[in-house]
Every structure is written in structure tokens, then in C-alpha cells.
């Protein structure tokens, strides 16, 4: 096959903020690089990473539906976060909001979770909530946390800090130092300091978990709460069309088109010059490194099939020497395959 191809409440606090902010794609999301290179099945190293949409929670469905997409992918979810999930989950398959950290793998052969796209990895749930239902309408929010008794929210952003109460002008601060590592964060300036650690967090006054505990000391004050690290998805520069020619010689022999969409889930179509049908396959692609992707096919013509490329970032292009497919790995030739930015 390769060979042929190849030759040819605290809701309502946090929506204070949300119409005030525009979080930009090139904005760290604060996931450490311990926390964000894991192994996939095969042993391949991948980077985790932020996935926001539509969830549904029950016997026969652990899935998220991505904002935006049609698609949908089987919730791969910790033991450990099961039954706090379970307890805000409404009956009756009642779709609720979700933003998770982890990866993607492809779906198995058998069972449920057999007639999905890809199968997600769970990590760490950033965010769930039953009452948040139009979540996806609401833009990416940045890195925040908030609690209750007194209602506090604070939002970074880039090197700044802001805290808005009810009744009470924003105030901002610069951040001065941070530090970023496994299950804890620390931000602070010269009159606040924020604290997050890594743990399940419920505010008592919604239905919705959070994925870390605050605590902030802000001039003379200080407050405790849950927080969620920001939903923007950084690797989504990956996304676009990628095309490249390969020729028999001199001769064009095959057009290789490889799309990366923002829903994680990717398509790769071969045209041939010499008229035959077009073949197409479907899969996902996900971020390895600062300068490589990992595209994996998991249907060819509708069939299963798994096949992974990693490709490396060259200028507008990327490039490739090898494929491995159903775990053999093979040549792609003496000049590998080249595919350019549309």
C-alpha cells in the first residue's frame, strides 16, 4: 500500500471576563512540558493538548463532540476521575460542556468505542459543566481563577494579572515572576501572588469540576478557589492544506494532499495523473514536537487501516523519509515525501 501510494456561578464569574478578553493562539496555555509529552500506544511521543466541545457521559458513551466539527471521539477517562465526574453528570445522555487535556489515539477494533473517529486520551479534565451548554459559543478563555464569598475572578494574560469583584473596578497587575512545573503554578507581582495546584475542584455551587485549586493574596486580601488553565488550543498553527507532487522520471506520477483540520481530525487524498481514481483515507494528527507533526491514518477508502507519518516542519513545508504502516515501517524513497503549504 505504501509502496504504491509512495512510487506513485462561578460560570456566571467567569463569563464576566470572557467578553473582555481575546486570547491569542500564540498564548502558552501553561501546560508543562512534563505534563505535556506522553507516550501513545505505540510508544511514540506525542504532545498533549487542550480539547474543548460537547460531551456526553453514560454506560455506552464517553465521547466529545470538538466545537465547530462533526466529529466525535471516545473519552479515554482516569479512573481516579471517574466518579467525580459521574456525580455532575445529568441522566439521560444530557450533553454537557468539556475541556480536556491529553491526546489522541486511534479507536479500537471492537466495542463501544469502535464506531468512533479517534479515541482521546484524557490527561486531566481542565473543565466540565452540565450548566455551561452553549460553552462552545463562548471564545477561548485565558488561564483564570475565581471562588465565592467574596465573587472573585482573575484572569492572566501575557505578563499580566487582572481581578474583578462585583461592585468593583478591574484591577491589574504585572507579573513579575512565574513558575510553571508539574501540578503547580505560580504567578506573582508586586502586591498579589496566585498559587494553582493540580486537583479536582467543585465551587458547592454549580454543577461543573474544575481541574485546579487557587489560592490568591491580592494587596491585603486573600481568597480560595478553583481555577482551569486557558482552553486555547496552541498547536492549532498546524492547521491547513498541504500538497506536494511526486515524480517517476521526470514524469508526474503522484499528488499527495494532506489536510490538518482545527478539530484535530485530517484527511490525505492521492491523485493520480494517469487518470486512476482518486484514493482517500481519514485519521487525526496531533503535535510531537516544536517542529514536527504526528499524522495518523486510521481508514483507507473507508477500511481500517493504520498508518502514521511524522513530519518535520522545513519552512512552508513538511517533510518526511518514512511511514510506518499496521507497525512496519518502510521508505518513502530516496527524496522522502515533500508537501507545501497551500
Same mark, same amino acid.
Given at each position: ?85 459521574? !456525580? @455532575? %453528570? #445529568? ?6 460542556? $468539556? ?6 489515539? &486511534? *479507536? ?124 486555547? !488550543? @496552541? %498547536? #492549532? ?6 500538497? $506536494? ?6 514524469? &508526474? *506520477? ?89
Amino acid at each position: 500500500m505504501t509502496h504504491l501510494r509512495q512510487a506513485l456561578p462561578a460560570i456566571a464569574l467567569m463569563t464576566l471576563l470572557t467578553g473582555c478578553s481575546s486570547p491569542s493562539t500564540s498564548e502558552p496555555v501553561d501546560i508543562t512540558p512534563a505534563d505535556s509529552q506522553q507516550a501513545d500506544a505505540n510508544g511514540n511521543k506525542v504532545q498533549a493538548f487542550m480539547l474543548r466541545g460537547s460531551v456526553v457521559l453514560g454506560h455506552e458513551s464517553y465521547s466529545i463532540q470538538p466545537c465547530g466539527s462533526t466529529k466525535q471521539y471516545w473519552l479515554t477517562i482516569p479512573p481516579t476521575e471517574r466518579q467525580a465526574l459521574a !456525580d @455532575i %453528570t #445529568r441522566p439521560g445522555y444530557e450533553p454537557m460542556y $468539556g475541556e480536556f487535556i491529553g491526546y489522541l489515539e &486511534p *479507536a479500537p477494533a471492537d466495542g463501544f468505542a469502535a464506531d468512533y473517529d479517534a479515541r482521546f486520551q484524557v490527561k486531566q479534565t481542565n473543565l466540565i459543566s452540565a450548566e455551561m451548554t452553549q460553552g462552545c459559543a463562548q471564545t477561548a478563555h485565558q488561564t483564570r481563577a475565581f471562588g465565592h464569598e467574596p465573587g472573585w475572578v482573575v484572569e492572566i494574560s501575557g505578563n499580566q494579572a487582572s481581578l474583578l469583584r462585583p461592585d468593583n473596578q478591574r484591577q491589574q497587575q504585572i507579573i513579575s515572576k512565574k513558575q510553571i512545573q508539574s501540578g503547580l503554578q505560580h504567578y506573582q507581582g508586586d502586591a498579589f501572588q496566585l498559587d494553582l495546584t493540580k486537583q479536582q475542584c467543585n465551587d458547592t455551587m454549580s454543577d461543573s469540576l474544575f481541574g485546579w485549586h487557587a489560592e490568591l493574596s491580592w494587596e491585603s486580601n486573600s481568597y480560595r478557589g478553583c481555577a482551569t488553565l486557558g482552553s486555547v !488550543d @496552541i %498547536t #492549532r498553527h498546524w492547521v491547513g492544506r498541504y500538497q $506536494g507532487t511526486s515524480y517517476i522520471s521526470g514524469n &508526474p *506520477a503522484l499528488t499527495t494532499t494532506v489536510t490538518l483540520n482545527p478539530d484535530h481530525s485530517a484527511t490525505t487524498r492521492y491523485d493520480y495523473p494517469s487518470g486512476d481514481p482518486s484514493t482517500h483515507e481519514t485519521g487525526f494528527w496531533q503535535q510531537a514536537s516544536d517542529n514536527t507533526v504526528q499524522v495518523v491514518m486510521t481508514k483507507h477508502q473507508g477500511r481500517r487501516l493504520i498508518s502514521q507519518r511524522l513530519f518535520t516542519l522545513d519552512g512552508d513545508r513538511l517533510t518526511t523519509r518514512e511511514e510506518t504502516v499496521s507497525g512496519q515501517t518502510y521508505s518513502l524513497g530516496n527524496d522522502g515525501l515533500s508537501l507545501k503549504k497551500q
